[in-house]
C-alpha cells in the first residue's frame, strides 16, 4: 500500500515539473474582465442583509422555494410543542425518533407517542417505521434556506433522512448569514476537538428531477422537512 | 482615417455585396479605404483541422502584409477571431510572435469598428422589414461583440428586431466540421432555422457570412420561408 | 479523417440520431427546464463572474499543487481512522474494492452515483464476483435495470420518457404501469428502501475531498448517498485524484457554484462532508471508511501544462447542458464515460488521441462550453490543441496535400482568383453530379445546397472601381 502511494504520489510531482499558465488568461476578449484584488466568495455569493429580520425574511422566502415548512414561533418551548402536536395530530404520526437535547426531548415527549431514541444504538427497522424524525441542528443559513446538521448535533446519520418526515427544532439564535458563516461556526466548534463524522447542508425535502426533469419529493429521504424556529 | 480592410475569401467569391456595402459605408464616412490583393485568406480552414504549420504558411503573409496598417477592419466575426486571438496562439513562442500580438492590437470585425472604434451607430439606413439575428459564436464568444450589432440595427429606419431564444446557439457551420461531421452540422442548423422561424422575421441578419452561407444552403435545400442577409448590406440599404 | 472503429462507430451512430426528431424534442425539452432554473440562480450570485475567477484560481491552486494536497487529505483523514488506498489504474482500484469486500464477507453492496465506478467498470466486477449491486439514484438506477450506460452524468435518464420508465419497471420488477413521475418514484423508493437496510457496504463517490480536514464531500438531491453512507456497515468512497480542494471553507463557495451550474439549484438537497467512519460517542455510522484515490492516467493529464486545467472539472455538467452537439448526438454516441465538451477534452488523454481524436474534431468550437464552466476550463482552445497534437503525431495524407494546395492557392492572389473562376465554371456543370458520389463536394450538399461563386467578385468590382 505504500508502495502504490508513493509510485501515485511521484508520477504527480513528476507531472507537475513542468509550471502552467493560468487557464482562459490569454485572449480573453468576452469575458467580463476580472476585478483586482484579493476577493472572498462572500463578495459574489447572494447577498445577505445584515440585519436578524432580513436573514429570517431570506430564510422563509428561500425555505418555501425548496418546498421546506419553516415556522417561526413566538412564545418559546410550549408555543413550539403546541405546533408539532397539532402537526401529529394532522398526520396521524404513530410514532417519532428523536435524540437527546432540550428542545428535542421537549418536543418528542409531549406527543404522547412512541419515541426511539438514536444516540445509544437503534434498530433501524424501528427508526425506519417511525412517522417522524425530530433533530436539533448546527444551524440555519438564510442565504440558501438550508439546515445545516452534523452527526453529533442531529443524532447520527441516518435519523435526519430514514423517517419519512423530517422535523427540525430551532433556536432563532442559530440563523446564519451565509455559508461562509455557517463554516465558520463549525471551525469554531470543532476544529480544535474534531469534527463530527458527517456534516450535511440539507435544503429542502429529499426531491428528484430525474423522470422528465420532473420534481418529485420524499425520492429516497423525507418527503417533508419542517422546520420549527422558537 | 486610413482603413485596411481584409475580405474573407468567401465573401470575396460569393458574396461581394457584402465587401461592397462595407467599402461604401466606410468612405461615406470619410474613410480612405485599401483593400490589399494579395489577401485572400486568414488561414483558419486548415488551423482548425489542426495543420498549424501549413497555416503559418498563410498568417505569416498576412502579418507581413499588414504590418503597417493604421487599422484593418475583418468583415466576419470568425476570421477577426482568427486574427486577433488565435494568430497570437499560432506563433507562441516564434519569431513573429510579436508581429502577430501588433496585428492583434489593431484588428476589428466590422461591427465592433464601427461601434467601438468609430463611436457610430446610425448610418442613415432604411431596411422595412421584420428581422431576427444570429450571434456568430467567434464573434459573441471570441471577441465578446453582443451589443455592437444590436445598437446599429436600432438606428435603422423601419427594421424590426425580433430577438430569437437561440440567438446566440451554434448555427453548426464550424469552417470543415460542416463536412466532417455533415450530420451533426445540418441537425444543429435546422435547431437554428427553426428557432428564427418562430420569430416570423423575414430574414436572418448576422455579422458572419459563414454561418450564413450554411443557414441560407439549408433554407434552400429545405424550401423554408426565410432569407439570410449580412449586417452591412442592411447597414447599406436606403 | 483516418477512422478508427470507436470513430466509425461514433459516426454511424450520429447519423442516425440527429434525423432523430423525437430524441432531439425530449433532450430539448430537458434542457429548456435546467436554463430556466439556472439563470435564476445565477442572477442570485452578487457577481456570478467574479465567483468563477475566483473558484477557478482555487481549483488552479489545488491542481497545481496536487502532491501536497493529496498528502495532507490522506494523512487527515487516517488520523480520524479512515483508510486511504491509491490506485494508480482501473485494476488497481477494482482490486481493492474487491478486496474489501471480500474481506467483509459482503452480500449486497448499495451504490450511490460514482462516475469513477463507470470509469473502472466497478459493477461489472462485483458482479463477476457474484455480488448484488444495486444503483441507489434513480437515474442510474433505471439505467442499470435497462442495462444501460447512463446517458448524463448529472442527469443520468435524461432521454427517457415517463412511458419508457414504467415500461423498464413492469418488465424488471413487476409494477404496474403508470404515467406518473410521482408514482414510478414511489416505486423505485420501495424497492430501494429494502436495499439500504440489508446492504452490508455503501459505495459512493466524491465531488470534493477536502485536504485541511481529510474529509470527501457529496452533491446529491435524493438522500440516497446519504443512506448509502449511513446504514451499510462499511463505506467505500471511490474518486479521481483531482477532487482535492485546500479548505473545508471553500466549500461555502464550491457547493453554490456547483449546484447552480450543475441543475440550477443554489444548493442541491444534500451537500455532505464525510471525514471517517463513525467517531467515539456518535449514534451511527460505518464501521470502517475506506478512499480509493484513483489516477488512471489524471497525471497524464496533469502532465500537459497546456490543458491541464481540465482536471479543475468538478462534474457539474453544465457544459453538456449547454453544447450544441451534446444536445443532437446525446450522451450515449460519445461511447465514453464523461459525455459532452469536458469528456471530448479529457478522453484523449485519459485513453487515446489517437483512437479518440473524432470527439476533438466533432466540436464547431463555439465556445458555449467554455462560458458557461464554473471553473473556467479553457474547453474549446484545448479541443483545438488537440487536433493539433492530434494531426502533428498523425497527418492524414490528403488533408495534408490539400492545405498546403490551399496555402498556395492563398499565398498567390492570382492563383486564388484563378480559382474562383474555375468554379464559376465548375457550378454550371455541379448540378448533374449534385449529391452522388462522384460530387467532391457531397459532405456538404447532401443536406445543403453550394453557394454560388457570384459574377463578379469583390476583387474583380474593386480593381474595376479604382
Same mark, same amino acid.
Given at each position: ?230 | ?238 | ?314 462534474? #457539474? =455538467? +453544465? &457544459?453538456?447542458?449547454? %453544447? $450544441? ?6 450522451? /450515449? ?32 468550437? #463555439? =465556445? +458555449? &462550453?467554455?462560458?458557461? %464552466? $464554473? ?6 482552445? /484545448? ?84
Amino acid at each position: 500500500m505504500n508502495d502504490q502511494r508513493e509510485q501515485l504520489l511521484t508520477r504527480v510531482r513528476k507531472a507537475l515539473e513542468v509550471p502552467a499558465e493560468k487557464p482562459a488568461g490569454h485572449h480573453d476578449q468576452a469575458s467580463e474582465p476580472r476585478i483586482a484584488g484579493k476577493h472572498a466568495a462572500t463578495e459574489w455569493l447572494p447577498l445577505v442583509g445584515p440585519s436578524f429580520e432580513e436573514r429570517l425574511a431570506l430564510y422563509a422566502k428561500n425555505a418555501k422555494e425548496l418546498t421546506a415548512d419553516f415556522r417561526f414561533i413566538q412564545g418559546g418551548i410550549p408555543a413550539l410543542v403546541a405546533e408539532l402536536q397539532e402537526i401529529a395530530k394532522t398526520e396521524g404520526w404513530t410514532g417519532v425518533a428523536t435524540h437527546a437535547g432540550e428542545l428535542t426531548e421537549a418536543a418528542a415527549g409531549a406527543l404522547g407517542l412512541p419515541v426511539v431514541r438514536t444516540e445509544c444504538g437503534y434498530d433501524v427497522d424501528a427508526l425506519e417505521k417511525c412517522s417522524a424524525g425530530i433533530t436539533a441542528c448546527e444551524a440555519l443559513v438564510a442565504q440558501t434556506g438550508s439546515v445545516l446538521v452534523t452527526s453529533r448535533s442531529s443524532g447520527g446519520r441516518a435519523l435526519s433522512v430514514l423517517p419519512p418526515h423530517h422535523v427540525v427544532v430551532a433556536r432563532r439564535e442559530q440563523i446564519v448569514a451565509d455559508m461562509t458563516e455557517a463554516y465558520a461556526l463549525l471551525a469554531s466548534r470543532y476544529s480544535e476537538s474534531g469534527y463530527p463524522s458527517m456534516i450535511s447542508f440539507i435544503s429542502g425535502p429529499s426531491r428528484t428531477g430525474d423522470i422528465e426533469r420532473i420534481l418529485v419529493l420524499g425520492a429516497h429521504g423525507p418527503k417533508r422537512l419542517t422546520v420549527l424556529c422558537i | 482615417m486610413n482603413i485596411t480592410l481584409f475580405v474573407p475569401c468567401y465573401i470575396d467569391a460569393c458574396y461581394p455585396k457584402v465587401g461592397q456595402s462595407v467599402v461604401e459605408i466606410l468612405e461615406r464616412l470619410g474613410h480612405t479605404i485599401d483593400c490589399p490583393r494579395e489577401i485572400t485568406c486568414c488561414g483558419q480552414p486548415s488551423f482548425n483541422s489542426g495543420y498549424w504549420d501549413e497555416t503559418r504558411e498563410v498568417a505569416v503573409k498576412v502579418l507581413d502584409r499588414l504590418k503597417d496598417a493604421e487599422v484593418v477592419v475583418i468583415i466576419s466575426g470568425s476570421c477577426g477571431a482568427m486574427v486577433k486571438n488565435f494568430y497570437p496562439e499560432l506563433f507562441k513562442g516564434r519569431p513573429e510572435e510579436a508581429a502577430a500580438l501588433a496585428l492583434s492590437e489593431k484588428v476589428y470585425e466590422f461591427s465592433d469598428f464601427l461601434v467601438t472604434k468609430l463611436g457610430v451607430t446610425d448610418l442613415g439606413a432604411r431596411f422595412p422589414h421584420k428581422v431576427t439575428f444570429h450571434d456568430g459564436c467567434h464573434g459573441r464568444r471570441e471577441l465578446g461583440i453582443k451589443a455592437q450589432p444590436r445598437a446599429l440595427m436600432a438606428q435603422v429606419k423601419g427594421l424590426e428586431l425580433i430577438e430569437m431564444e437561440e440567438a446566440e446557439t451554434c448555427c453548426g457551420f464550424g469552417g470543415t466540421f460542416s463536412a466532417k461531421f455533415p450530420s451533426v452540422s445540418s441537425a444543429m442548423g435546422e435547431g437554428k432555422i427553426a428557432s428564427a422561424l418562430e420569430t416570423e422575421a423575414e430574414y436572418i441578419v448576422s455579422n458572419d457570412s459563414s454561418c450564413l452561407m450554411h443557414q441560407q444552403g439549408l433554407i434552400d435545400r429545405q424550401n423554408k420561408p426565410i432569407k439570410t442577409i449580412h449586417l452591412a448590406e442592411v447597414l447599406n440599404h436606403r | 479523417m483516418s477512422t478508427t472503429p470507436a470513430a466509425a462507430e461514433f459516426k454511424k451512430e450520429a447519423a442516425v440520431i440527429t434525423r432523430d426528431l423525437r430524441h432531439r424534442a425530449v433532450i430539448r425539452g430537458a434542457l429548456k427546464k435546467y436554463e430556466v432554473v439556472r439563470d435564476d440562480k445565477k442572477a442570485r450570485f452578487q457577481n456570478w463572474q467574479q465567483a468563477r475567477y475566483l473558484a477557478s484560481d482555487i481549483k488552479w491552486d489545488a491542481v497545481n499543487h496536487l502532491d501536497t494536497y493529496l498528502a495532507e487529505f490522506a494523512k487527515n483523514l487516517e488520523a480520524r481512522g479512515g483508510k486511504v488506498h491509491w490506485a494508480s489504474d482501473a485494476a488497481q482500484a477494482r482490486e481493492i474494492i474487491l478486496g474489501i469486500v471480500k474481506e467483509k464477507n459482503a452480500k449486497a453492496i448499495v451504490k450511490s452515483k460514482v462516475m469513477t465506478g463507470e470509469e473502472i467498470h466497478i459493477n461489472e466486477a462485483l458482479e463477476e464476483a457474484g455480488y448484488e449491486v444495486v444503483e441507489s439514484d434513480l437515474g442510474e438506477y433505471i439505467c442499470q435495470l435497462r442495462k444501460e450506460a447512463p446517458y448524463h452524468f448529472v442527469f443520468p435518464a435524461m432521454h427517457l420518457t415517463r412511458g419508457e420508465i414504467s415500461q423498464t419497471f413492469t418488465k424488471e420488477l413487476g409494477s404496474a404501469p403508470t404515467n406518473s413521475p410521482e408514482e414510478l418514484t414511489m416505486i423505485a423508493r420501495r424497492v430501494l428502501r429494502e436495499k439500504y437496510i440489508k446492504a452490508d457496504i455503501g459505495i459512493s463517490g466524491a465531488n470534493f475531498a477536502i485536504a485541511e480536514t481529510g474529509m470527501i464531500s457529496i452533491t446529491e438531491n435524493e438522500g440516497n448517498a446519504r443512506l448509502t453512507c449511513a446504514l451499510p456497515k462499511t463505506h467505500i468512497a471511490l474518486m479521481g485524484i483531482e477532487k482535492l480542494l485546500p479548505k473545508l471553507s471553500d466549500l461555502a463557495l464550491f457547493l453554490p457554484m456547483l449546484g447552480t451550474a450543475g441543475c440550477g439549484q443554489l444548493l442541491t438537497g444534500y451537500n455532505t462532508m464525510y471525514g471517517g467512519p463513525k467517531q467515539p460517542g456518535e449514534a451511527d455510522g460505518p464501521e470502517e471508511f475506506h478512499v480509493v484515490l484513483l489516477d488512471n492516467r489524471r497525471t497524464d493529464l496533469l502532465a500537459s501544462s497546456e490543458q491541464r486545467d481540465a482536471l479543475q472539472c468538478m462534474r #457539474c =455538467g +453544465a &457544459c453538456l447542458n449547454v %453544447c $450544441p452537439i451534446y444536445k443532437n448526438i446525446g450522451g /450515449h454516441t460519445y461511447g465514453t464515460t464523461y459525455q459532452g465538451p469536458i469528456g471530448s477534452v479529457i478522453t484523449p488523454h485519459l485513453r487515446n488521441l489517437q483512437e479518440f481524436k473524432h470527439l476533438v474534431f466533432c466540436s464547431s468550437l #463555439c =465556445g +458555449a &462550453c467554455t462560458e458557461a %464552466c $464554473p471553473v473556467k476550463i479553457d474547453l474549446h482552445h /484545448h479541443l483545438l490543441q488537440s487536433r493539433r497534437d492530434a494531426i502533428a503525431e498523425k497527418a492524414v495524407w490528403w488533408e495534408r496535400l490539400t492545405f498546403k494546395a490551399c496555402a498556395v492557392i492563398f499565398n498567390h492572389a492570382w492563383v486564388f482568383s484563378l480559382g474562383e473562376k474555375l468554379g464559376r465554371i465548375g457550378q454550371i456543370f455541379h448540378p448533374l453530379i449534385k449529391n452522388t458520389p462522384l460530387d467532391p463536394a457531397r459532405a456538404w450538399t447532401a443536406s445543403r445546397e453550394l453557394p454560388k461563386v457570384a459574377p463578379q467578385t469583390f476583387r474583380e468590382w474593386w480593381s474595376h472601381r479604382k
